[in-house]
């Protein structure tokens, strides 16, 4: 019976993934590094406690990761992070007011939110840098000129110094307002991957076809990374 059940697991992977992401998962023969995990970004350093592989003590690492945090969504509803522990989640930094790459970053976001609707591991985040401004109705109003599932794709509010705070120290991407003009708000086009585990996994440039490719092709590679997890219980 437990074999049955493992077997029925890997069909299940087969199905729900598309054929680049799943090569990583057979690069390698006898389960010896299936495929190559994704990078984990930010500060990191050793936590003084080990793990054995293979014979070997290994040194556990702790990574950066996200804090959790409360905002409001395009509907007035309390967004809270991590939301869901099991799911992977792609967040950006955007304004309705801008004037300059926002609307492009955020039809990259549409597209993808578009492509991965019916997957349940997924989410997307699109946090406002102006948000004195961009209240849930401005966000709903903007959130309408895409194809969105509100369910799926959050455009998200709040106090202004946790956003940025955000954006710096845990997202460590840029984001300041020009104290010399008020409309002006420098923030970061980059779509960043985060995963169940609140660690960031990648940077991607909104404005880049082939980032984008590499985006959702590292976004299949990180639901095998879980799909594993759970297979390997």
């Known amino acids: 019976m437990r074999n049955?059940?493992?077997?029925?697991?890997?069909?299940?992977?087969?199905?729900?993934?598309m054929v680049p992401g799943f090569l990583?998962?057979?690069?390698?023969?006898?389960?010896?590094?299936?495929y190559r995990p994704l990078s984990i970004f930010g500060p990191k350093e050793l936590s003084g406690t080990f793990h054995i592989k293979r014979g070997k003590q290994i040194p556990d690492t702790t990574y950066h990761q996200i804090r959790d945090f409360k905002l409001k969504d395009q509907q007035?509803?309390?967004?809270?992070?991590?939301l869901d522990s099991g799911k992977i989640t792609i967040f950006n930094f955007f304004f309705t007011r801008c004037t300059s790459f926002c609307k492009q970053m955020n039809g990259q976001m549409d597209f993808l939110a578009d492509k991965y609707d019916d997957n349940r591991m997924l989410r997307f985040c699109s946090v406002s840098v102006d948000p004195e401004y961009d209240?849930?109705?401005?966000?709903?109003?903007?959130?309408?000129?895409?194809?969105?599932?509100?369910?799926?794709?959050?455009f998200?509010?709040?106090?202004k110094s946790l956003i940025f705070n955000l954006a710096k120290k845990d997202f460590l991407v840029d984001a300041y307002a020009d104290h010399s003009d008020t409309s002006t708000i420098v923030h970061s086009p980059m779509l960043?991957?985060?995963d169940p585990q609140k660690r960031i996994r990648g940077y991607y440039d909104s404005d880049n076809k082939e980032q984008m490719s590499?985006?959702?092709?590292?976004?299949?590679?990180?639901?095998?990374?879980?799909?594993?997890?759970?297979?390997?219980?």
Do not use: M
Not at 24 to 31: D, M
Not at 214 to 233: C, F, M, N, Q, Y
């Open 4 to 17: 049955t059940s493992s077997w029925k697991k890997i069909v299940v992977l087969v199905f729900i993934l």
């Open 24 to 34: 990583y998962y057979l690069l390698q023969e006898k389960g010896k590094n299936r």
């Open 76 to 82: 007035g509803k309390e967004f809270s992070f991590p």
């Open 135 to 154: 209240n849930p109705e401005i966000l709903t109003k903007y959130a309408q000129t895409f194809h969105t599932n509100p369910k799926k794709w959050f």
């Open 156 to 159: 998200l509010t709040g106090d």
């Open 192 to 194: 960043i991957l985060v």
């Open 214 to 233: 590499k985006l959702d092709d590292e976004i299949k590679v990180l639901i095998v990374e879980e799909l594993r997890k759970v297979t390997d219980r």
